[in-house]
């Protein structure tokens, strides 16, 4: 994930047409390994196909096109993919071969799904955290200010077992260390729970729940620290990976077998990293631009990409299923006591 103005004269941005489609084609790049499977078809959300046949599943496939800088892709609780689209200030939910786009202005990046259905979603722009219902298309600002101070341009987010919101405020100073992370609690207070980064960027929950992990984009590394759920506090922070790129990490996805999947800015690049923090890079994408991803648990899309440079979402079959994910639903999910248990024995 990343604030737009700070890139587009690296990757050599132009706007985009109005129009998004779907694709039931490859990308022609160059895979990062080998490796053939047939795939009969891949479904997009409940009842819906988006390719037939899959010969290759090492090569991204396009999913949509044309998104106005897409970042952070996530599915609600149907099945049905979301992603925000930055710069045009609009979510956007992809159904089939057409893209519905839901205005709510400013710039929207990290979004999480509560346990209402609501998108909670940070506003880079209007340096605020706030909520859109899909059914009733309102919106309402949930926090705008930590320390009597406004937010520093929040970027990412992701809610805790118990509903906590942790999110990412990196601001748009890349080169000092005047980042910081900020909780929401379940009663509605905003404190910091850490500062002094590097440009913190995309963020994940562990699948047990015990640690949290960001990406300090700047560093070219991730921080890992312990989660205290009851207390809602993040500490022993230290630096747990170094990710390279001429950017760096970007927005992050745990898999269902513990690996950390991060995207890497600058070089297109999706690595893993092992519960020890070993670094493995996984594919290779289209695009050098990479904002954000997430695991589609509901079908077979795989790991799912917004990728900026290409204005696309792409998915990634071969990289498998994700970790179950968190609702902001303020009781933990049936199947994180057993991940907790598995990831220990492995």
Same mark, same amino acid.
């Given at each position: ?20 489609? $779907? ?19 891949? /479904? ?10 899959? /010969? ?29 689209? $930055? ?6 939910? $992809? ?247 598995? $990831?220990?024995?492995?």
């Amino acid at each position: 994930m990343m604030t737009s103005n700070n890139y587009e004269s690296l990757i050599g941005y132009s706007e985009p047409g109005p129009r998004s489609h $779907l694709y039931s084609r490859f990308v022609h790049s160059k895979p990062s390994f080998t490796g053939r499977r047939s795939i009969s078809s891949i /479904e997009f959300g409940p009842g819906q196909t988006v390719a037939t046949t899959i /010969e290759d599943d090492t090569r991204p496939h396009i999913l949509a096109e044309g998104i106005n800088f897409p970042e952070s892709p996530a599915f609600d609780r149907h099945g049905r993919l979301w992603c925000a689209e $930055l710069k045009s200030g609009n979510l956007c939910l $992809l159904r089939g071969k057409e893209t519905k786009r839901f205005p709510v202005g400013g710039e929207p990046n990290g979004i999480a799904f509560d346990s209402s259905g609501r998108i909670v979603f940070c506003d880079s722009k209007n340096c605020s955290i706030r909520r859109f219902d899909p059914r009733s298309g309102k919106t309402k600002v949930l926090a705008d200010r930590v320390d009597g101070k406004p937010l520093f341009k929040p970027n990412d987010l992701a809610f805790d077992a118990l509903g906590n919101l942790v999110f990412t405020c990196p601001g748009d100073l890349r080169n000092a260390p005047t980042g910081y992370v900020c909780v929401l609690t379940r009663q509605g207070d905003v404190r910091r729970i850490g500062s002094g980064f590097y440009f913190p960027n995309g963020m994940a929950f562990s699948p047990d729940g015990r640690h949290l992990v960001v990406a300090e984009t700047s560093k070219q590394r991730l921080l890992r620290g312990y989660w205290d759920v009851k207390r809602a506090r993040w500490s022993e922070l230290r630096p747990w990976a170094d990710m390279g790129g001429s950017i760096g990490p970007g927005g992050m996805a745990y898999a269902a077998d513990g690996r950390l999947l991060v995207t890497i800015q600058g070089e297109g690049l999706v690595k893993s990293v092992t519960p020890d923090g070993i670094v493995e890079t996984v594919a290779q994408l289209p695009g050098n631009l990479p904002t954000n991803c997430a695991f589609d648990s509901h079908t077979t899309l795989g790991l799912v990409v917004t990728e900026a440079a290409g204005s696309r979402l792409l998915s990634l079959p071969f990289l498998g299923r994700g970790a179950p994910i968190v609702p902001g639903s303020g009781k933990p999910h049936p199947l994180r006591k057993w991940l907790s248990m598995a $990831l220990r024995i492995r």
